[in-house]
């Protein structure tokens, strides 16, 4: 049923990601997972292929082709390489402040320079005392005539290190009008970027930090009006982050998929391959139907997005269920391969390691479903995807993508 959402450019899309990514990306991950080093060439090359732009429209340079095939351009990366399927969902992520709060000349300067690849955005939000309470967040910025200067920490920022424009929010004021977002440029005098820390899995990704000292920069470089911070803040996280984490989720899990399946069949015992064993079939069957239900999740909320339906709740949904179903199939595969997953180069275990990098940003699963019975009991606070239909939808003209505050 999911190949119900896809047109014939949705499948040749994923043909063209799925050769780039086994060929160019699969030889450099045994070195990303050995080292851990942050993978900048990789990245690179992935972001001149133009995906990043996949939700720009075209009179920005963009692919214009819609937030389905971001999906599956992430989903693709994904199944090869998590890290480098973050790597694009974070520097999407990044498009979203500018899409949807950019005025006309930002949008200008910044969005063909991200479609041709040159320009790799991020989104920096959360600091170590607020964490996922953006309300919460203590970094402030300083109006001084026709500058603002920036003070504070920003922590797991995906892209820390290879971004060359940051979309930052800070705390101009009291309250939930206090905060306003800028864009930041890396190499403004003030930022300093601490050496990146190892993680549990996402080798070869940049998951850092970002530190302003009186760093200043131009009040043009405001998106939108000082208070939009937390606007800045949510739609992002709610009309890319989610469905982008899905995305990952539903690629690694795809990967799992693939991995376990092959090893069963491989993995002789009582002199049958190990999938005649009933409780491995069962298993394998488990994660044949998660894999199925994850996929048709992101892709139903995906197409709604394209169509500019209101989606808050597939969006959360469609994030819940990949990550727990990833979550659960990487488990029941770690059980199926037994001492086998627990060598260092089983891929099964970078899978495994990987699918916990998704939990919590844009939402743990407890948050997901908090906002989800608050669209049950008829408590829900509107929707991003109502408000923003105009931007989330390709093929606009250029005058409806413009924020002309």
């Given at each position: 049923?999911?190949?119900?959402?896809?047109?014939?450019?949705?499948h040749?899309?994923r043909?063209e990601?799925?050769a780039?990514?086994?060929?160019?990306?699969?030889?450099?991950?045994?070195?990303?997972?050995?080292?851990?080093?942050?993978?900048?060439?990789?990245?690179?090359?992935?972001?001149q292929q133009g995906?990043?732009?996949?939700?720009i429209?075209?009179?920005?340079?963009?692919?214009?082709?819609g937030?389905?095939?971001?999906?599956?351009?992430?989903?693709?990366l994904?199944?090869i390489?998590?890290?480098m399927?973050?790597?694009?969902?974070?520097?999407?992520?990044?498009?979203?402040?500018i899409?949807?709060?950019?005025s006309?000349?930002?949008?200008?300067t910044?969005l063909?320079?991200?479609?041709e690849?040159?320009?790799?955005?991020?989104?920096a939000?959360?600091?170590?005392?607020a964490?996922?309470?953006?309300l919460g967040?203590?970094?402030?910025?300083?109006?001084?005539?026709?500058h603002y200067?920036?003070?504070?920490?920003k922590?797991?920022?995906?892209?820390?290190?290879v971004?060359?424009?940051?979309?930052?929010v800070?705390?101009?004021?009291?309250?939930?009008?206090?905060l306003?977002?800028?864009?930041?440029?890396?190499d403004r005098?003030?930022l300093?970027?601490?050496?990146?820390?190892?993680?549990?899995?996402?080798?070869?990704?940049s998951f850092?930090?970002l530190h302003?000292?009186?760093?200043?920069?131009?009040?043009?470089?405001?998106?939108?009006?000082?208070?939009?911070?937390?606007?800045v803040?949510?739609?992002?996280s709610?009309?890319?982050?989610?469905?982008?984490l899905?995305?990952?989720?539903?690629?690694?899990?795809?990967?799992i998929?693939?991995q376990?399946t092959?090893?069963?069949?491989?993995?002789v015992?009582y002199?049958?391959?190990?999938h005649?064993?009933?409780?491995?079939?069962i298993?394998?069957?488990?994660?044949?139907?998660r894999v199925?239900?994850?996929r048709?999740?992101?892709?139903h909320a995906a197409?709604?997005?394209?169509?500019?339906?209101?989606?808050?709740?597939e969006?959360?949904n469609?994030k819940?269920?990949?990550?727990?179903?990833a979550?659960?199939s990487?488990?029941?595969?770690?059980?199926?391969?037994?001492a086998?997953g627990?060598?260092?180069?089983?891929?099964?275990?970078r899978y495994?390691?990987?699918?916990?990098?998704?939990?919590?940003?844009?939402?743990?699963?407890?948050i997901?479903?908090?906002r989800?019975?608050e669209?049950?009991l008829?408590?829900?606070?509107g929707q991003?995807?109502?408000?923003?239909?105009?931007?989330?939808?390709p093929?606009?003209?250029?005058?409806?993508?413009?924020?002309?505050s």
């Amino acid at each position: 049923m999911s190949d119900a959402y896809l047109a014939e450019h949705h499948h040749q899309l994923r043909a063209e990601v799925r050769a780039f990514a086994e060929s160019q990306v699969a030889p450099r991950v045994p070195e990303m997972e050995r080292n851990g080093a942050i993978e900048t060439e990789l990245a690179a090359a992935i972001a001149q292929q133009g995906w990043i732009g996949a939700t720009i429209d075209k009179a920005y340079g963009g692919m214009g082709a819609g937030h389905l095939a971001k999906t599956i351009i992430i989903e693709e990366l994904s199944r090869i390489s998590g890290a480098m399927g973050a790597m694009a969902q974070a520097s999407q992520l990044g498009v979203a402040k500018i899409i949807h709060f950019g005025s006309e000349r930002q949008k200008r300067t910044w969005l063909p320079q991200v479609a041709e690849g040159s320009c790799l955005p991020t989104i920096a939000v959360t600091e170590s005392e607020a964490g996922s309470h953006v309300l919460g967040m203590q970094m402030t910025a300083r109006r001084a005539g026709g500058h603002y200067v920036l003070n504070g920490r920003k922590i797991y920022v995906g892209n820390s290190h290879v971004g060359h424009l940051h979309g930052v929010v800070a705390r101009t004021g009291e309250g939930s009008k206090g905060l306003t977002a800028f864009l930041v440029e890396a190499d403004r005098p003030g930022l300093v970027l601490p050496a990146p820390k190892q993680t549990l899995g996402l080798r070869g990704f940049s998951f850092g930090e970002l530190h302003f000292y009186d760093c200043r920069i131009p009040a043009s470089n405001r998106l939108g009006q000082e208070g939009d911070g937390r606007d800045v803040a949510y739609s992002s996280s709610v009309l890319y982050g989610r469905p982008n984490l899905t995305a990952v989720a539903l690629g690694i899990h795809q990967a799992i998929l693939e991995q376990t399946t092959t090893f069963a069949s491989k993995r002789v015992r009582y002199d049958n391959p190990l999938h005649q064993l009933p409780n491995i079939k069962i298993k394998i069957g488990q994660i044949q139907s998660r894999v199925m239900t994850a996929r048709l999740a992101a892709y139903h909320a995906a197409h709604l997005l394209d169509t500019g339906a209101d989606c808050d709740a597939e969006l959360m949904n469609a994030k819940l269920i990949n990550v727990e179903l990833a979550l659960d199939s990487a488990r029941a595969a770690m059980e199926i391969h037994a001492a086998a997953g627990l060598m260092c180069d089983a891929n099964i275990g970078r899978y495994l390691r990987d699918a916990h990098h998704i939990f919590a940003p844009a939402g743990t699963s407890d948050i997901q479903l908090l906002r989800l019975a608050e669209v049950a009991l008829g408590q829900s606070m509107g929707q991003w995807s109502r408000r923003l239909s105009a931007v989330l939808t390709p093929g606009q003209p250029p005058s409806a993508l413009t924020n002309t505050s």
